[in-house]
């Protein structure tokens, strides 16, 4: 008898996620859930906790390594149908975490609402952003955000402040936990200022980052050390632009973004990643931290293992 029993409508086993990511690679998870609704997805949770299953949350896949092998346990979907809703009232908007971050910064634009222009180019969905605090150098989601819902892993709800959410750069309280909506509390404004203010970010980040290449966005957080240049300076300073190992490069266009081309595997991204931190290590005495979540592989899997240099070449 299978843990999932009752479950089966929404719940498959040994689904390839790769597709599912924007990195395109990655094995299988073990078990895939997409539940209908809130109430579905808290009784879920409450047998997978019964079961011991281990439990993950998976949105656009934007941030987001999945190994090669795959990953154990229950990797959980939330479909817009559900959990895609979108209601103002007044300055607020009440939003589902299955709802595309974009889509939410465009329509609260359309509204002539002010508070999220900051967000412009930021892909993902509204659960994910919130979980790590998405951001960039124009602002962060935490401003904007009045409460959040959702459960814990064991399939209790929460009703959270945005202080109980305890938002810090590129994190928060809520990894850990399911989101499942949230309150925003926004400003009426221009229509044309905000316009006009999401297409210089756009442009910005055209200019700056490679938009249209398989990526995760930036791989590292900047450390927050005195006199210690942002991550993607450290790489470029060291001379690592365009170097490769397999089909995983160092962007030439963005440094601190690691790409996919061709054929390209899990293994080569993590492979990149240690030499990445080694270099940075050994040069300026820094251990860079991971932006990007990685799945199927433990943290020390992907710190530095001495020299990997047989693979490597540079652009």
Known sequence: MSWYQGFEPFVSENVPLAKMTTYRVGGPAEYFAQPPNARALGELLWRAAEENVPVRFLGHGTNLLVADRGVKGLVIKLPKSGFGFLRRSGDSIHVGAGHSLPGLVKWSVSQGLQGLECLQGVPGTVGAALRMNAGGKHGEICTSVRRVKGFERDGRPFDFSARECGFTYRNSHLHGRIVTECE???????????????????NEKCASQPVDARSAGCVFKNPKLPGIAPAGRLIDELGMKGMSIGGAKVSTVHANFLVCEGAASADELVQLIRLIRQRVLESRGVQLELEVEVWGMDSEELLPRGRVSAALKTA
């Open 184 to 202: 925003l509390e926004l400003t009426s404004g221009d229509r044309r200022n905000s316009e006009e203010m999401m297409l210089r970010i756009l």
